[in-house]
């Protein structure tokens, strides 16, 4: 037991053999979700990881986010797409991103999905979560959270406990591979470092990842794929 307290009780996840992962736009999946892309891939560093992005394609961000997804899932085998459909007006091009998350789901079967949460308040993010949820609706799927200026931070539903460094690991990934975004008033280490910080108390550890699921199946018996530690 350390300063902090004890950590929470929480369920083991079992291996993780393919990951899918669904942004808005570059960088929205290492800003939700680095510290997880960062266990996972240590804990299963042969796993196949699916990426989908809806905008920047053709523009040096799409160079950014293959760097970027690169180093967040070290040893992992990485599929990238990005489109090109036009940032902010992902609404009004709803039949293109609806085609192309189904077009994705049709071609990968993962273990767990990451995506935009479906209360985000950026219409692009939002959008994405509700296809997101209508193609995998057999699969878990955690929606991670964006700070940003609209304020829309909620009350999450699962934490992600980040272990030592990883949370300083993740803010200085995000520095070195986004240089496009660096001039924005809020893309800096302390905005990273501060959300980990405040999710990590809810959970009683020093950084944490939070995640919104709306539906989770559980087995209680021996065969079960997590337990409880």
Same mark, same amino acid.
């Given at each position: ?28 999946? %290492? ?10 891939? %240590? ?7 699916? $990426? ?16 970027? !997804? ?16 036009? =940032? ?32 985000? %308040? ?15 609706? =057999?699969? !878990? /799927?955690?929606?991670?959270?964006? /700070? ?15 272990? =030592? ?7 200085? !990934? ?35 990842? $939070?995640?919104? /699921?709306?539906? /989770?199946? !559980?087995?209680? =018996?021996?065969?079960? %794929?997590?337990?409880?530690?």
């Amino acid at each position: 037991m350390d300063a902090l307290g004890k950590a929470m009780r929480g369920l083991r996840c079992a291996p993780v053999r393919q990951l899918a992962l669904l942004g808005a736009h570059c960088d929205d999946i %290492a800003i939700g979700a680095g510290g997880a892309l960062l266990q996972i891939s %240590a804990a299963n560093p042969a796993m196949v990881v699916h $990426a989908l992005v809806l905008t920047g394609g053709g523009t040096a961000r799409e160079a950014e986010e293959l760097a970027a !997804l690169t180093a967040f899932c070290p040893d992992a085998k990485l599929e990238l797409t990005v489109l090109d459909l036009p =940032d902010g007006r992902v609404p009004a091009r709803w039949e293109k991103a609806k085609q192309a998350v189904e077009e994705f789901r049709c071609r990968v079967d993962p273990d767990v999905v990451f995506a935009p949460h479906k209360d985000d %308040a950026h219409q692009d993010h939002r959008t994405l979560a509700e296809l997101t949820y209508t193609a995998f609706r =057999d699969h !878990l /799927v955690f929606g991670y959270e964006i /700070v940003k200026w609209d304020g829309d931070l909620a009350q999450p539903s699962c934490y992600l406990p980040l272990a =030592d460094g990883v949370a300083e690991r993740k803010a200085g !990934l995000l520095h070195e591979h986004y240089p496009s975004q660096q001039g924005r008033d809020w893309f800096d280490r302390e905005t990273f470092l501060g959300i980990a910080r405040l999710r990590g108390v809810q959970c009683r550890v020093q950084h944490a990842e $939070a995640y919104f /699921v709306d539906k /989770v199946v !559980l087995e209680f =018996d021996e065969e079960a %794929a997590c337990g409880f530690c």
